[in-house]
């Protein structure tokens, strides 16, 4: 247990952080399970903002408005991440996440969980997929983005 920093079995989909920063999913139907190990292990449930939700609002099939975008980049200023930033981010991403979701055409949230999904997912085409050789040094930069903000207990 010494490896676990804390978990959120109400994250989407929930999740474990180790003391390196990375971020372990769960299963859905297993966030009961992941609260009573929490609880068994006296292992922080912190609820952290989500960064990659944000980051990657703008590839939902689904319109916002001026404000809802005001408002989302509010939040990542919050969590460390100023608006030239997530340009940058959502450029880097933003091709890879466009394919992923063009076949998912989910309209209420992508994150850190789908992102990782997409860099090696058959269903975006090749030439839009985080090579092999290159995913692990993008899943690190994805996760320390996503371990940005302050975790607060819940």
Wanted: some cysteine; aromatic content about 6%; hydrophobic content about 40%.
């Amino acid at each position: 247990m010494s490896d676990v920093r804390d978990a959120d079995p109400a994250a989407s989909p929930p999740e474990l952080r180790t003391v390196r920063g990375e971020t372990v999913f769960v299963a859905a139907r297993d966030a009961h399970a992941l609260e009573r190990f929490c609880a068994e292990n006296r292992i922080p449930v912190c609820r952290r903002p989500d960064v990659w939700g944000d980051l990657l609002e703008p590839f939902l099939d689904t319109e916002f408005d001026p404000r809802h975008r005001a408002e989302t980049l509010d939040r990542l200023a919050r969590s460390g991440i100023g608006s030239a930033e997530a340009a940058r981010i959502r450029e880097r991403v933003g091709p890879l996440m466009a394919a992923y979701n063009g076949v998912h055409g989910d309209w209420c949230h992508l994150g850190l969980a789908d992102l990782l999904d997409a860099a090696g997912s058959d269903l975006v085409p090749e030439g839009l997929r985080v090579p092999p050789r290159d995913r692990a040094a993008f899943r690190a930069w994805a996760m320390e983005i996503a371990d940005r903000p302050l975790t607060r207990p819940v």
